[in-house]
């Protein structure tokens, strides 16, 4: 999909975080080139300003998942007030898949290993908790850390449902998977796997949340086809926790690339293309993506711009699952 001149100059007016992405995946630029512009995220932008806020313990915001000070009965702590984000893995989650050098938090694992535990029960960072979306979040940036996470990756095999997904809700009773929490569990196994090979049950296992999705068309229940909820519609940066046809084909792009480098091979599943098509509708005609939400919740500082308007990062990520899917066959 040739992109217009015009926008792909928008595009890299960005910030060091999202330039070099642009650089690589969308204007195809040599390795000599993004990446020297993905070195600069130590020393520049938004990178720069939440390494600049890292606690001397390691942590950001003096917690796991939930700041030091949040007060859990009190009105932060209401419904509609949203989960903060400004702890510290929610940092971590930024800084990974901004592409932080994991070399730049060299001691970082160590200290956490320390001084870190979970809201939930206290227990120690890197062994995880009950939620298996924080597992998946904190396997990924356990392997890219270089923390010993093994037992977390153990268990997602023990954890997942009989119709192939996860939940989060699961310690509550839930025996059915979650949209949200099998995406979200399957991005920390993906990131996990390519980072340390894996093993043949973890694989399965992805693949078997991966199907979970795709019977369901990224979209739909089973039981009556009807969109899962509206929330799988409409776009927004950063992706969170939450679920959208975007977030998932992303996600899916990323999988059948890593997935066509093995022996057994991968292409793209034809049962994508009703997600696709969410995705191409709401591209505009200039060719971008509106921010269409903000996830309620504290933050270090804004990273992209207010609902209505058009987002650099949903049309960088737009834009790359669109040529990747014009660009293959779509499977069979």
């Known amino acids: ?21 642009v650089e690589r995946d969308v204007a195809g630029a040599p390795r000599e080139v993004w990446g020297a512009t993905r070195a600069r995220l130590a020393t520049e932008g938004f990178a720069a300003r939440l390494l600049a806020l890292q606690d ?58 320390a001084n870190s535990r979970w809201e939930y029960g206290n227990l120690p960072y890197w062994g995880g908790e009950v939620d298996c979306c924080i597992n998946a979040y904190t396997l990924a940036n356990g392997a890219w850390l270089g923390a010993d996470v093994t037992g977390i990756a153990r268990w997602f095999l023990d954890h997942r449902m009989a119709d192939g997904g996860w ?17 979200n569990s399957l991005k920390g196994l ?41 929330w799988v519609t409409h776009f927004s940066y950063p992706f969170r926790s939450f679920y959208s046809a975007l977030n998932a084909a992303d996600y899916f792009r990323a999988a059948t690339l890593y997935d066509a480098a093995l022996p057994d091979g991968a292409r793209p599943d034809p049962r994508l293309a009703d997600a696709i098509g969410v995705i191409r509708a709401a591209r505009r005609p200039d060719g971008t993506w509106l921010q269409e939400r903000r996830h309620a919740g504290r933050v270090w500082f804004e990273v992209d711009v207010a609902p209505g308007e058009p987002s650099k990062w949903l049309t960088f990520f737009g834009t790359r699952v669109l040529a990747w899917w014009d660009g293959t066959s779509h499977g069979s």
């Open 56 to 113: 001397p313990d390691g942590q950001w915001a003096g917690g796991a998942f939930f700041p030091g000070d949040f007060d859990f009965h009190g009105p932060e702590a209401a419904p509609d007030a949203g989960q903060p984000w400004t702890a510290t893995t929610w940092t971590l989650n930024a800084l990974r898949d901004w592409g932080l050098d994991a070399a730049v938090l060299a001691d970082t694992a160590g200290l956490l290993a």
């Open 167 to 183: 939940n989060c809700e699961w310690v509550d009773g839930s025996t059915r998977s979650s949209f949200h929490s099998t995406l």
């Open 190 to 230: 993906l990131y996990y796997e390519a980072a340390t090979g894996g093993s043949d049950g973890l694989r399965a296992a992805r693949r078997a949340g991966e199907e979970y999705l795709l019977q369901r068309r990224l979209l739909r229940t089973l039981s009556t086809g009807e969109l899962v909820g509206p």
């Open 1 to 21: 999909m040739a992109v217009d001149p015009a926008l792909l100059d928008w595009l890299l007016d960005s910030d060091p975080a999202l330039r070099w992405q």
